[in-house]
C-alpha cells in the first residue's frame, strides 16, 4: 500500500510537521524559496523509508538528519546563497521583526555548514548534544567543538554582541 | 537550551509560506529518483554487458592490448604550440620585479582567476593589443574608492597581472564582489569591473581568430519548460563536459520567458552585442552593493527565464533564472545546478530582462 494512502501517513506527518521543518530550513539557508527546496528534497529522501522508521517512532529525527546532511551537500556544490548589506525595500516584510531576522541572516551566513547546523538544532530545535551528534552522524566532541566556534564568531556579531551588552 | 540566543532564533524566524501539497511534491520528486535510479542501473548492466562482450573483439583486432599505436600508421603530430605564454610560468608565481603601472608598456595581461573551480573565466594570457586596452585601464581605475564595500558571499578573487616590455610586473587586485580593487600598493580602486569585462571579452575574442565558423546550425528553440535546462547542445556534438560559459564571443541569443516555469509563454532574438553582454555578465560581473536582491516584478508567481547563447563556432550555453518571492538564482552547469547571482546580479538581469523593453 502506498504511504500516501496510509491513513495519518506521510501526507499527515508533513501536514503536521511541514512548518516546523521549514523554519528549521530557513535558518540553515537564510531563505524562503531556498527552505522549501530544502524542505521538500529532505522528505523526498525521507519517503520510500518511512514504512520502516515510522513504525520505530524516529521519522521526526530521520527527516531532520535528512535536512541538515542535504543543507550540508548543498553548500558542497557552492550553493552560498548570498549575503544582503541590508533589508532590500521590495521584499515582503514576513518576519515579525525584519531587522531581527536580518541581523540573523547574517550572523548564520558567516558560519561553517556544520556550525550553521549544531547552532540550529541546539537553540531552535532544543536538542542535547547526544541528539545533535546523532542528527549529524558525528560524534559529541564534534558537536561541543562546532558549538564553542559558532559561539566565538556569533559573540563578533550584531546578534551576539548586542547580548552580551545586556547581560553585562 | 533556554537561552537568549533561542529566543533570537525564534523571534527571527518569518511565517511559513502557504505549504499546501508539500506532501505531494515531496512523494512526486522521490519516485522520479527511484525512477532516474533504475534507469541508471538498467544502463550501466547494459553498457557492462556490451563492453564484455565486445572487449575480447576490439583486443583481438589491435593485436595485443600492449601492442600500441603503429608508428607507420600514426597520424603527423602537429607541432605543439609553446608551453610556457609570456610573464610567470604560472599564476601561483609572485612576480619579484613590480612594474610601473602607470607609464610602463604593457606587451602581455594574465587572467589568474582565484577561485578554483568556481571561477568561470581560466587562466589565459592576452598578447594581442594589449598597450591601448592597458592605456584605457590606466584612465579607468582610480584612486579614492570611498564608499564602504561589504564582502559578498561566494565572490571569486582575481588578479590580473600586466607584463610590461622591461620585464617587469604589475598586478590588478580584484574579486567579483568589486570590494577589493588594487594595483600595486594602492588600495581601494574603483573601476576593476569595467576592467575584468574588458578583459573578459578581450580574452574571448583572442581565442575566437582562426576558428572557423561553425556550420549552420538549428535554430536556438526555448525548452518546452523552464525547468528542463540544461539544454547545451550543439547540432553536432553536444559538449556535455563544457564549462558553463562560452568561450568565445557570444554572437546570437535567445531569452525565453515562462510563467511560473510552465510553458514558454514568448521569447525573444538577443544580437550579437546584447548576447556578449549577457555572457560577460554571467562570467561574473558586479553588482551594486546590496547584491542578493534584484527587483523582479511583483506579481507572483514571478517569471522564469531560459536565456540561450551561441558563438561563432555553433556552440551554445543555456541558463537559467528563476525568481521566486523576490529572490532570482541563477541555474547552469550539466546538471544545472543554483547558484548565487550575486555578481552577475542587476546587470545581468537588466541585459536578459531588458531584452524585453
Same mark, same amino acid.
Request: glycine share 12%; with cysteine; hydrophobic share 35%.
Given at each position: 500500500v502506498p504511504v500516501s494512502e496510509v491513513p495519518g501517513g506521510f501526507t499527515a506527518y508533513v501536514e503536521a510537521r511541514g512548518r516546523a521543518l521549514w523554519r528549521a530550513a530557513w535558518l540553515l539557508t537564510g531563505d524562503p524559496a531556498l527552505a522549501e527546496d530544502l524542505v521538500q528534497t529532505a522528505l523526498a529522501k525521507a519517503w520510500p523509508h518511512y514504512d520502516r522508521v515510522a513504525a520505530n517512532g524516529s521519522f521526526e529525527a530521520y527527516v531532520r538528519r535528512a535536512l541538515v546532511t542535504t543543507y550540508a551537500s548543498w553548500w558542497g556544490r557552492r550553493w552560498r546563497g548570498e549575503l544582503p548589506t541590508e533589508p532590500p525595500a521590495?521584499?515582503? &516584510?514576513? &518576519?515579525?521583526?525584519p531587522e531581527l531576522a536580518h541581523d540573523v541572516r547574517r550572523a548564520l551566513a558567516g558560519l561553517s555548514p556544520r556550525q550553521r547546523a549544531v547552532v540550529v538544532l541546539r537553540y531552535f530545535e532544543d536538542l542535547t548534544e547526544t541528539e545533535t551528534a546523532a542528527a549529524l552522524g558525528c560524534s559529541v566532541g564534534s558537536v561541543k567543538t562546532h558549538h564553542a566556534r559558532a559561539l566565538a564568531h556569533l559573540r563578533g556579531s550584531a546578534l551576539l554582541f548586542d547580548l552580551e551588552e545586556e547581560t553585562t | 537550551v533556554n537561552d537568549p540566543l533561542s529566543d533570537r532564533l525564534r523571534d527571527a524566524v518569518p511565517e511559513p509560506p502557504d505549504l499546501t501539497g508539500l506532501a505531494g511534491r515531496a512523494e512526486a520528486t522521490a519516485r522520479r529518483r527511484r525512477r532516474h535510479r533504475r534507469t541508471a542501473v538498467v544502463a550501466a548492466a547494459a553498457i557492462a554487458v556490451v563492453a564484455a562482450v565486445a572487449t575480447p573483439f576490439l583486443v583481438a583486432d589491435r593485436g595485443?592490448?600492449?601492442?600500441?599505436?603503429d608508428p607507420a600508421t600514426a597520424s603527423p603530430r602537429t607541432p605543439a604550440p609553446d608551453p610556457t605564454p609570456p610573464?610567470?610560468?604560472?599564476?601561483a608565481d609572485r612576480p619579484s620585479v613590480h612594474g610601473d603601472f602607470a607609464t610602463g608598456t604593457a606587451t602581455w595581461v594574465r587572467f589568474c582567476p582565484l577561485g578554483g573551480d568556481a571561477a568561470l573565466v581560466s587562466d589565459q594570457v592576452l598578447t594581442d593589443g594589449i598597450a591601448g586596452l592597458v592605456d584605457g585601464w590606466r584612465s579607468r581605475l582610480s584612486t579614492g574608492y570611498a564608499h564602504s564595500c561589504p564582502a559578498v558571499l561566494g565572490a571569486v578573487g582575481f588578479r590580473i597581472r600586466v607584463g610590461f616590455a622591461d620585464g617587469t610586473v604589475s598586478v590588478i587586485r580584484g574579486d567579483t564582489g568589486a570590494c577589493a580593487g588594487a594595483v600595486g600598493q594602492h588600495q581601494g580602486l574603483e573601476g576593476v569591473a569595467s576592467v575584468f569585462d574588458e578583459l573578459t571579452r578581450g580574452l574571448a575574442a583572442a581565442a575566437a581568430e582562426g576558428v572557423p565558423a561553425g556550420e549552420p546550425t538549428t535554430p536556438l528553440r526555448c525548452p518546452a519548460?523552464?525547468?528542463?535546462?540544461?539544454?547545451?547542445?550543439?547540432?553536432?556534438?553536444?559538449? !556535455?563536459? !563544457?564549462?558553463?560559459?562560452?568561450d568565445l564571443p557570444a554572437t546570437g541569443g535567445v531569452v525565453c520567458r515562462y510563467s511560473a516555469e510552465a510553458a514558454p509563454v514568448s521569447h525573444r532574438s538577443l544580437d550579437a552585442e546584447t548576447a556578449e553582454s549577457v555572457r560577460v555578465a554571467l562570467a561574473g560581473s558586479f553588482d551594486a552593493p546590496g547584491g542578493g536582491y534584484v527587483r523582479y516584478g511583483g506579481t507572483r508567481p514571478q517569471p522564469a527565464f531560459v536565456v540561450l547563447l551561441r558563438d561563432a563556432s555553433g556552440n551554445s550555453r543555456a541558463f537559467r533564472i528563476s525568481g521566486r518571492q523576490h529572490r532570482v538564482a541563477l541555474f547552469r552547469g550539466s546538471p544545472a545546478a543554483p547558484g548565487p547571482l550575486g555578481k552577475a546580479g542587476e546587470q545581468l538581469l537588466y541585459a536578459v530582462t531588458g531584452s524585453y523593453g
Open positions: 521590495d521584499r515582503p &516584510a514576513l &518576519a515579525a521583526d | 595485443g592490448v600492449s601492442a600500441g599505436p610573464g610567470p610560468a604560472d599564476c519548460r523552464a525547468g528542463d535546462v540544461p539544454v547545451t547542445s550543439n547540432s553536432s556534438s553536444p559538449p !556535455a563536459d !563544457a564549462g558553463p560559459l562560452l
